[in-house]
């Protein structure tokens, strides 16, 4: 009996202790887990579609001062050696965004999008690193009913605050390329904290939009989240342990979004644009 009590015993400090020890592990593992480093890129769009609420001019990406600002971006892309590059292109539509890449890379024939422009170029540089579509747009955005339903409503201060919104933004940006702002300046401002709150508040406000009984503000906004959040999604899904630092080039307005998400998951840490291209 005694001999028994001793091998029970000595089974139960045994399993303790190497519980102790798998909990100690799983704790050490978890603290001194490295954090994925995502390069954001918000970008205005260089074609200029004028698919956006906010129209601008177009900014000329072919000018000397653009394309050598272009190379430098490239180059300090390929420095932060980003495995995976996350772009703006149906998801759906992986193959044709894998054959037009190889086409790209066998001509080297640029247009002015920006994919081709920074995502293409740097990829081409890095070679190995793999330029992955993660755009989902099977969303419903219907600006005309929500500024009907504010009217409807005589929402007076939210109507003022998105037209003078949208107008300030139009105006700036279009400020800036009159001033002739160099490429890198332009992009830099594109993901300052202030431009992502300012993106951020417009969606904020629009909830409101609506009586008690018409939620078309909330449901504008869901779509936009929903947009964001699957993108999000597909970007996760995506980057796996041996991804070390990985890199998303999106319209700034998503950027804002995804910076949202980063921020409250710890196995993720925010590189900016400025600090790759200036050093810092």
């Keep these: 009996m005694k001999s028994l009590f001793k091998i029970t015993l000595f089974s139960l400090i045994t399993i303790f202790a190497l519980t102790s020890s798998i909990a100690q592990s799983k704790s050490e593992n978890l603290f001194n887990k490295k954090q994925t480093e ?54 759906k539509q992986q193959n044709s965004l894998d054959s037009t ?4 890379k066998k001509d080297g024939i640029y247009k002015t999008d920006e994919i081709y422009q920074i995502a293409f170029r740097a990829g081409k540089l890095i070679d ?48 800036k390329i009159d001033s002739n702002i160099s490429l890198k300046e332009m992009l ?17 406000k629009i909830l409101t939009v609506g009586d ?8 504008l906004t869901s779509e ?13 899904k995506n980057t796996t342990i041996n991804d070390e630092r990985v890199m998303v080039l999106l319209g ?9 998400y980063i921020d409250a998951n710890e196995d993720w840490k925010t590189v900016e644009l400025i600090d790759v291209v200036e050093n810092k």
């Design 128 to 175: 190995e690193a793999q330029i992955i579509a993660i755009d989902y747009n099977d969303t419903n955005f219907p600006f005309g009913k929500l500024m009907a339903s504010i009217k409807k409503n005589k929402q007076t201060d939210i109507e003022m605050y998105l037209t003078a919104t949208i107008k300030r933004l139009e105006k700036d940006t279009n400020d």
């Design 252 to 260: 700034s307005s998503h950027i804002a979004m995804i910076k949202n």
């Design 38 to 91: 995502i390069l954001l890129i918000g970008t205005f769009h260089f074609n200029n579609p004028g698919a956006d609420v906010v129209k601008t001019k177009t900014f000329d990406i072919n000018t000397k001062s653009s394309q050598n600002d272009l190379k430098e971006i490239a180059k300090k892309i390929t420095e932060f050696k980003p495995t995976k590059i996350f772009v703006e292109w149906p998801y």
């Design 188 to 204: 830099y401002d594109n993901n300052t904290k202030e431009e992502r709150d300012d993106m951020n508040e417009f969606y904020e």
């Design 101 to 104: 890449y190889a086409k790209f």
């Design 212 to 219: 008690n009984e018409d939620f078309i503000g909330a449901y």
């Design 224 to 236: 936009w989240m929903r947009r964001n959040l699957y993108m999000w999604s597909l970007l996760k």
